[in-house]
């Protein structure tokens, strides 16, 4: 069974970047894309990005159109989220998502 692992969040200031990534325990060879999603307490989870495997589309929620960018790096069994200009309210925890399986997530807060 895949499972994935979230990784690179932090603390980052208003206006910083950071780059997430979600790497899975297997190649993942069909078609099926991955999800980034976030979450904050009391709030429903919120999608974030999707890329299918040959990077042919991707697609971004409005509020983080034109600052974060998804990749997938086939050769590392990783899906990247690029995450520029980086709001506080962007602070959530994290959540890449294939098919059924979903990471255990990781906390980004942007803070001064």
């Known amino acids: 069974q895949v499972q994935l692992v979230e990784s690179g969040g932090g603390l980052v200031q208003p206006g910083g970047s950071m780059r997430l990534s979600c790497t899975a325990s297997?190649?993942?060879?069909?078609?099926?894309?991955v999800y980034w999603y976030r979450r904050v307490p009391d709030k429903e989870r919120e999608f974030v990005a999707f890329?299918?495997?040959?990077?042919?589309?991707?697609t971004y929620a409005t509020a983080v159109s034109g600052r974060f960018a998804v990749s997938w790096e086939n050769t590392k069994n990783t899906v990247y989220l690029q995450m520029n200009n980086l709001k506080p309210e962007d602070t959530a925890k994290y959540y890449c998502?294939?098919?059924?399986?979903w990471g255990l997530g990781t906390q980004v807060t942007v803070s001064p």
């Open positions: 998502n294939w098919r059924q399986t």
């Open positions: 297997e190649t993942i060879f069909d078609m099926d894309g």
């Open positions: 890329v299918n495997k040959n990077n042919a589309s991707t």
